[in-house]
């Protein structure tokens, strides 16, 4: 007998006609909020004030810090472990940041992770500019017709702030005459991880050598060129193993890999577990993406 494929993840709808919404996160609850899901708009999650709970984002577990906003993109698996936070959360869609006028680069620096976390921690004048926009926003949304050419240009300067803030950390992290390239790493990656093309191809796109690029890498990130595309490949992975009904073999295929036995044998390599039983974790009533990402570590 045919066993039944697993649920995919379910998508949290935040917005249904609206193409922006804001609410206080104390407030904010569902029956996904503390369960696996995913998201089909962008979502801004901001801190003010914390008794120690957690975000789950990308079976990555991240501590609920005052003053931090966590930036998620749509699609992302995400999980919140509520301990009676107060802040905001500002959703908003894909049409709408269109609106805003930021280049695609801008959004890849926000919402890309480059620097593998999903969140800024905003310094107090940062806090307070972020309240007075969002506060700005919600009278908006108040109107009896909000006004979306508004809502957009509050939104593109929320976004301005938060991306000044993004390149002024960065630069704590990396020397400046690297990040550019390190930006041009990360986007070349998201268009082409899943061809499985060598450093060379990637190095060369940017114009300096393997080597090179391997060293700005670990000196920027601690990762070489190659832990950087598996770890995309891996994420990947884990998404459509949650989100999809895909067999392992073709998820295999949407991935690159030539051979299913191949994907397995890197899958494994990389989590210590096979594919298959990351899946079973999912599917089982009580299992999180917290117990997943424990049977990793």
Known sequence: MKKPKPEPLPIQELLQT?????????????????????????QLIYVQETRGGDNLIDFR???????RVFLLGPGQAHQRVARQEQGKIVAFRESLLQTTGLTAHEVLVLFGAAYQHPYLDLPPHLQKTFEQLVQLMEQELEMPVPDYTILSRLLYT???YLLREAHLQIAQLTPGRYSERIFQLSTLVEQHFKEHLPVSYYAERIGITPKHLNNICRQSLGVTVADMLHNRLLIESKRLLYFSTLSVKEIAYRLGFEDASYFVRFFRRMTGIPPLQLRQQQAGSKSTIDEADNAMT
């Open 158 to 160: 929320l976004l301005r």
């Open 61 to 67: 577990r991240y501590e609920m810090v005052a003053g």
């Open 18 to 42: 609206q193409e922006l919404a804001v609410w206080p996160l104390q407030d904010f609850a569902s029956e996904l909020s503390a369960v696996p899901h995913r998201h089909n708009a962008y």
